[in-house]
Structures are given as C-alpha cells and as structure tokens.
C-alpha cells in the first residue's frame, strides 16, 4: 500500500477521482499498489514565505490524479476533498502527476487567491511511500498604495493593474485589499482628473511569475512636480524595487482609434449559407483615456426583426438588449467604463448567417457604424469605415441529358459550383410517385465539379426527379426529371418458337429409288415476330441424290431438349455434298450460326434498350479424334444506335472435354459510346470460329426428337438467354 502525502504550506492535501464513472479502490488486473488520501484542516492556508495567510476551505480543493503514458496523459480521478477524505485508491504500476488546485487561474479580483501543487511520483506493487507537494499561490497577488501628495493634487483618480489583455482590477484612491490577477505581463495605468479632463499614465509591462506579491506605490513628488512610481516585488528570494518618474501632469492622450480586421478591402463581406468562416471580423478598439461609450448603429431590417435596436451604447446596454446581440453572434470584450482596449467580434454574426437557409425573398444584410468616445471626450466615428455583411446566394449548376437514363440507374451525374460550400451541395433523387428524397454517393470532388456514383436500384419505365440541393435550401435547388428505359428482353429468347418444314431432295441423275423428303428448321414461329435467323440454307439445297440424304442436305440449327425442360438451340457443324457417302467427304464442314436478323440480309433487330450485362445457359459437345483438334465457340452482342456500335461483349470457349452440363455465362456489355440511346441490338452464337471445322464421318445425332448420322463437327447447344440490367 503507498501513502501518498501533499503539503499546503506544511498542510496534507487530497487526491480524488477524475469522474463519477471511475471506480475507487479497484485497479484492472496489472500490479498495482495502493494510495491513501490524508487531509488536515486544523490552521490557515498561506503562500509559501508570504506574511499574509488566508482563509481557504480545504474541503473545496480540487486534486486531480494522471497516469503518464509516454508524451501523453490520462486523468484519472478528479473531485473534491470533501469527497475523497479516507477512501483508498488503487492504482496500477506507473507514474503519476498528482495535481491539487484552487481558485480560477484566469480571474482578476479581491477574491481571487489561486493555489496549486503538482508532483510527479510513481507507483510500485506492493509498497509504501510517501510524496510530498507544496501548494502556492499560482498567481499574482497585487496591492497598490497612493501617496499623500499625490492625494493632495489630484482629488480624483484610481488606477487599474491590467494582466495582459483580459484581465484587470481597478483600484480606487481609499482601497487597501489585497487583489490576485494573473501572473505574466503586468502594468498599472494611472487615471486622474486634471482640471476637468481623464489623463493616464501607463508603465510599462513586466513580467511577473506564480506566487509574486508586487506592491505598486503611487506618489507626486512636490518640489518637481513630477509622479514616482515605486514597485515592490517579493518573490520569497529577493526584494526588488523599482522606481520610475513621469511628468505630473500625464500628457493628453491621442484620439480613439479603431482597426478593422478581416472585412476584405471595400469592407463588405459576403457570406454563404453553409460555408465555413475561414476569417475571423474583428474591430479593434484603443482609447488611451478610457473608453467611455461605443454606439454602435446597425442597419438591417433582417435584424431589425429580430428584436436588434438600430442605436446601442454596448458600454451602458441593458442586459436584455446585450442578450439579444449576443443571440444573433455579437461578441465583445473590454467594452466597459475606463478600458482602454476593446475588441467586437462579427465572426459569430458570419457564423450565424451561415447557419441559415438562404431566403430570395428575406436575404440577411446589415451594415454596421461606430462611435467610439473616451473619458476625455474624444471620438472616433467609424463613418465611411462602417461594413456590410450580407448573405450571398450560393452558386451551382446541374442539368441531365435522356441518355443519363438507363433501366434501373441513372449515371454520369455531375454538380458544378463557384459559389458556396460543396460539402453541403447534395444530388437527390425519388421517383415521382413518392415523397422522401435520397442522397446519391459522392465520387469524387475536382474543386469545381462534383461527380456522383450510379444511381441504381431503379425500376424500368419509371419517372425520376432528380435535385441538386445546397444546404439542404429547397428555394436554391435545381430540379429536373428523367425516365428510366425498359429492361427489354429478346424475343424468343429461350428457343421456344420454331418453324419446321419438309423439303424435297431431288433424284438428279438417278432414274429409280423412293423419295426422300427432310425437314428444315427456323428460329421463329411461322405467322410471328422473327428475331433470329441461322445459317440452315447453306447446307440444306433440295438439289441432291437422295441416296445416303442427311451427308448431302443437313441443317446446322435444328433443336433439342431445353434446359429447363421445353426447346433449346442445336448449333453443329456440318459437311454435305452431293457425291458424299456414309463414309466419304468430299466437302469441307460449314460451322453452325445462329443470330439476330435475317440471313443475307439485316442482322440486328430494333431495341431501345442498354443492358449492362449477357448471359445464357450452354451445352458443348467436341467432336474429335487423334487427327483433330479442339472448337472454340464464340457468343457475341452488340448495341446499335442507327448502326454505329455503342456497346459489345464477345464470350470465346474452346472446348477441351465434354461440357455435358448446362452451364451458365454471363458476361458484362462494355460501352464505348454512353452519349447515344440504342435503336438496335445484334446477337450471335457461332459453333466454331473456323471457317472449315473438323468434324467425324458419319457420326450419329438427335435432334427434333428425330436421329440421323451426319458427317458433323462440335455440337453446341444454348438457351434461356437474358439481358441484365443495372
């Protein structure tokens, strides 16, 4: 267990826990050892080496405890004594800065002592120790004495010991407390009344550090007319005095003075709605005689309506009226009788505007003058050097072309802006039919143009209105419409439709025999809508012997069994020639096609559609031997716009074994063109991309329901195609 010990001037102090969530007494499951909080109450508190003690309740120290973790720390416990007293803490091994405060360390005023001890220890498993630390007074306690000749001339005046820029206390002629004001640079400013006129004097600043006790002494030295001022500061170590003499009776002081900072060159600062204010607005204030009134005059009816009076003297302003400043972003500081520097803020006025939505018909402006007097009776009057905020509208283009509208997406949307904040620009979208707006995916930012991911997820044939919103501003917003396109699919995509008709082979050259009649195949229903076409008519002339018939006349497309039951599409290769025999080939074999269009005519078919992606089921049957080698297979779309390609895919397979599963393949259309709408789509699927396949002699097939021995190549077999859309 550790016993952990600090001193106020020989005084036990406190250690307590940062917050009401720690837990006291239990460390985590590292080594810890213990600390016990001790703290006696029995005399006065007084700076270390000081004569003068004060009366400071102990029970409203605040301790503070932080564990030290390489360049940075963590507070652990933080409370008052009067919580803490006979708890005991655990802690984990480590170091600690123990830290014990109180007061405010920014504050000027007769009651404003401010203590603090700070000690770094550590904590070891399973020991005891103690750590001592001394608490002192953390700032500057200051007095200020004023000498009877001094007195005797000037029957009105006080002075003000001013810490830096923000804090000060005034002292008038008969005071005697003690006052405490921060420690750093410190001056006195004299102030008296000379023959109906404020005069100062100010000295310079010093430096001064934690727990000085400077005594400023005042006097006018009667023989030379002339004022000393005598500084006393005991630190505890040394005694220094100081002495300076200045004219007795305070040279007049220069007119106020005010500066404008951050309001640009014509003193007109435009803002927009949800844009950072990257500037600070300010206007600095100097009256050397003190400041005795600053009317601000405020023209805007914006504010006006607001409840901000067009007149206001923020130096002598009620409190309502200063609330009401303060709402709508007004900031000041020093703005009090006898200061000699001020400032007003207009940032918060800034940040306020661009935390409201733009009006067209009510925009923010206001213009605002100063009239800056001091004790003397010297004015400054901003005039010409007044400024004007105003709200300025934000600046943005969005526009759509039809092409940006596909099925279920709408791509290539872009927001371009000059003016306004892009973090708050928005690309939304609902279809007309609904109510709530969504927010498209930001991609990517250029700095002057803003570009959205796809819009997806859309149903086909669907109206859409689309914004581009600032701010969420409907009355600044951008809108338009656009209709998605159709999710289209092919006719007679899965192979259903088919027509069948008997052709006749003709005896030429023979005088006897039966005869013989084959059927041909085409890819649509006779009285129907024709989509596709195949190349059956190259191998199926009628003008043959009829001896040995399916060598001399064979169609390439015929059909077969489906692959979720119904017809698929049968694509082989095939050689015919009318000497041919069962076991001769006197031709080379046409590869199998089947396609959109019409053979030796138009291949492509009207679609006003733009699919993102083809797939389709196939079978895939190699013919072979030792003296053969392998097919490839080829699939083909292309998208068409008055016959130019826009978009095309080709999916090639060469067959290496037996594909006697169906399989699926889909595969991704890459467009070339996204400008164009479609008016036509073209299709393809090849049995070999050889323009002489290999094919086996008098090799037996079905098909149709039907068999026949044929000198044929590769089979492949496709069905159930299908447009994707995304």
């Known amino acids: 267990m550790r016993n952990v010990n600090f001193f106020l001037a020989g005084l036990t102090m406190l250690l307590v826990p940062l917050s009401c969530t720690e837990t006291i007494g239990e460390a985590s499951m590292e080594e810890k050892g213990e600390v016990t909080i001790i703290l006696s109450s029995e005399a006065r508190l007084q700076p270390v080496g000081k004569a003068v003690a004060e009366e400071v309740p102990l029970g409203d120290f605040k301790v503070e405890l932080f564990k030290l973790d390489g360049q940075s720390e963590v507070r652990l416990y933080r409370d008052t004594y009067s919580n803490t007293e006979g708890k005991t803490i655990g802690l984990n091994t480590g170091d600690y800065r123990l830290y014990a405060h109180y007061g405010d360390p920014d504050a000027a005023g007769f009651d404003a002592p401010y203590y603090a001890a700070e000690k ?37 005046f ?7 820029e923000d804090a000060s206390l005034k ?8 006052g405490y004001v921060p420690a750093g640079m410190i001056s006195l400013e004299l102030y008296a009344n000379v023959d109906g006129t404020w005069k100062y004097f100010p000295s310079e600043p010093q430096e001064y550090s934690p727990n000085d006790y400077v005594a400023f002494y005042v006097d006018t030295e009667p023989a030379t007319g002339e004022v000393s001022l005598k500084i006393s500061i005991d630190n505890s170590v040394d005694l220094i005095e100081e002495e300076v003499s200045i004219p007795a009776c305070m040279l007049p002081q220069d007119a106020p ?44 009816e914006y504010l006006s309506a607001l409840g901000v009076p067009p007149e206001v003297d923020l130096v002598s302003a009620d409190e309502s009226v200063a609330e009401i400043l303060k709402a709508n972003g007004f900031s000041w500081a020093g703005l009090s009788s006898g200061q000699r520097l001020a400032f007003m803020d207009f940032t918060g006025v800034a940040e306020k505007l661009a935390s409201e939505v733009y009006d067209d018909e009510n925009p923010f402006s206001a213009t605002v003058r100063f009239t800056l007097e001091d004790m003397a009776g010297k004015r400054t009057v901003s005039g010409e050097r007044g400024f004007t905020i105003s709200a300025v509208r934000p600046e943005f283009s969005f526009s759509v072309q039809p092409t940006d509208a596909w099925a279920r997406s709408i791509r290539g949307m872009e927001i371009g802006y000059t003016v306004g904040n892009p973090d708050v620009l928005k690309l939304q979208y609902r279809a007309s039919s609904e109510n709530e707006w969504k927010d498209a995916g930001l991609s990517s930012d250029s700095g002057a143009i ?22 969420g501003n409907e009355t600044t917003a951008i809108y338009t419409a656009l209709t998605t396109e159709a999710a289209a699919q092919v006719g007679n995509s899965g192979f259903e439709e088919w027509h069948e008709w008997d052709y006749y082979v003709n005896k030429t050259g023979l005088f006897w025999g039966d005869d013989v009649y084959q059927t041909n195949y085409a890819p649509y229903s006779e009285n129907g809508e024709r989509w596709w076409d195949s190349n059956n008519s190259v191998t199926t002339p009628s003008d ?10 064979f169609p390439v497309v015929t059909y077969t069994e489906g692959h979720n039951g119904g017809k698929a599409a049968q694509i082989m290769a095939i050689a015919v020639n009318n000497a041919n025999t069962s076991g001769t080939s006197l031709s080379n074999a046409t590869p199998g096609e089947i396609f959109i269009g019409t053979y030796n005519g138009d291949r492509k078919h009207a679609f006003n559609s733009r699919p993102s992606k083809f797939g389709f089921w196939y079978r895939y049957t190699p013919r072979f031997d030792g003296s053969h080698s392998t097919d490839t297979f080829r699939a083909y779309i292309s998208i068409m716009n008055n ?19 169906w399989t699926y393949v889909e595969m991704e259309i890459e467009y070339q063109n996204v400008e164009q709408k479609a008016t036509d789509i073209y299709i393809q699927f090849l049995q070999s991309t050889a323009s002489a396949p290999t094919y086996t ?18 089979i492949l077999t496709v069905d159930d195609l299908q447009l994707i859309y995304e």
């Open 450 to 471: 803003l570009s959205f991911n796809n819009i997806t997820g859309l149903s086909p044939e669907t109206e859409y209105q689309l914004r581009a919103i600032y701010n």
């Open 158 to 164: 006080h002075a003000i010991v001013r810490s830096g």
């Open 257 to 300: 003075k005010l500066t404008f900072n951050g309001f640009g060159g014509d003193d007109a600062v435009g803002i927009v709605e949800g844009q950072e204010v990257m500037q600070a607005m300010k206007v600095d204030m100097v009256a050397g005689a003190g400041i005795a009134h600053c009317i601000l005059e405020i023209d805007s």
């Open 643 to 661: 016959g130019n390609v826009i978009a095309e895919r080709t999916f090639e397979y060469t067959a290496s074994q037996n594909v006697a599963d």
């Open 120 to 156: 770094m220890f550590s904590v070891s498993p399973q020991t005891i120790e103690e750590v001592d630390a001394v608490a002192k007074l953390s700032n500057v306690m200051v007095t200020v004495e004023f000498g009877e000749t001094l007195r005797m001339d000037y029957p009105d």
């Open 171 to 178: 002292f008038v002629k008969d005071e005697t407390r003690k």
């Open 697 to 714: 002699l008098n090799v037996g097939i079905t098909y149709a329901g039907k068999s026949a021995n044929v000198h044929g190549g590769s």
């Open 544 to 553: 043959r012997t009829n001896t040995g018939a399916s060598f001399k006349s």
